[in-house]
């Protein structure tokens, strides 16, 4: 038989929250204890791939380092290719960049020139959606190489950041809500 598909609430129970990492004020959602059940870790890529159908996706688009873990496994369960977006310095060819905003200074990610043609229809995927500022940096790159964003795929959404308000426009979906 097999098992039974976990419940968003019980994927949460998996999820340890560890206070002041990696500095003072966070409470960082520590998903080591979900990935390493198999069954939660299969069933948390389900219910992020749940409203996307097979053949439906050319690539899904993974943001450095905790979404390709989603990411990869996603794109072999729906037979689509799998794209990363690196923090920047780190892809080795051509590449274009997006900066934005954080609390304190700047970030910049990164894709490469030639990851997706246009046209292609893209699932992006990430751990969490906290200010929303790395999944819009995200879209915009694949924007930018002219990909249609089918939608956003979070496995964890902290509602109080309001990161889906920097998201207006993409279709966005979380399994849990805090
Ligand atoms: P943001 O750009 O603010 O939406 O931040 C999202 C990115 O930062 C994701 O790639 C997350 O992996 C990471 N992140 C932000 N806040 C947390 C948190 N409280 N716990 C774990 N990861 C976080």
Redo the contacts with the bound molecule.
């Keep these: 038989m097999p098992p039974v598909p976990p419940t968003p609430d019980e994927l949460a129970r998996a999820i340890r929250n560890i206070p002041d990492f990696p500095k003072p004020g ?4 520590d998903i080591t204890p979900l990935l390493a059940d198999a069954r939660l870790f299969a069933g948390a890529v389900d219910l992020m791939t749940a409203r996307c159908a097979p053949g439906t996706v050319d690539a899904v688009v993974g ?1 450095d380092a ?2 390709f873990i989603f990411a990869a496994a996603a794109a072999l369960k729906l037979g689509a290719g799998f794209v990363p977006v690196r923090k920047k310095d780190k892809l080795p060819f051509q590449t274009i960049e997006e900066r934005y905003d954080l609390e304190y200074g700047t970030n910049t990610v990164a894709i490469h020139a030639d990851a997706l043609r246009p046209g292609r229809r893209v699932l992006l995927v ?10 819009r940096a995200a879209a915009n790159l694949v924007r930018r190489l002219g990909a249609e964003i089918l939608e956003v795929s979070f496995l964890i959404e ?1 509602a109080f ?1 309001k ?1 889906r308000e920097k998201l207006a426009g993409l279709p966005v979906h979380s399994v849990i809500v805090y």
């Excluded at 990430?126 to 999944?135: Q, R, S």
């Design positions: 966070i409470q960082f959602k943001v905790r979404g990430d751990d969490l959606l906290a200010t929303g500022g790395t999944a902290l950041l990161g």
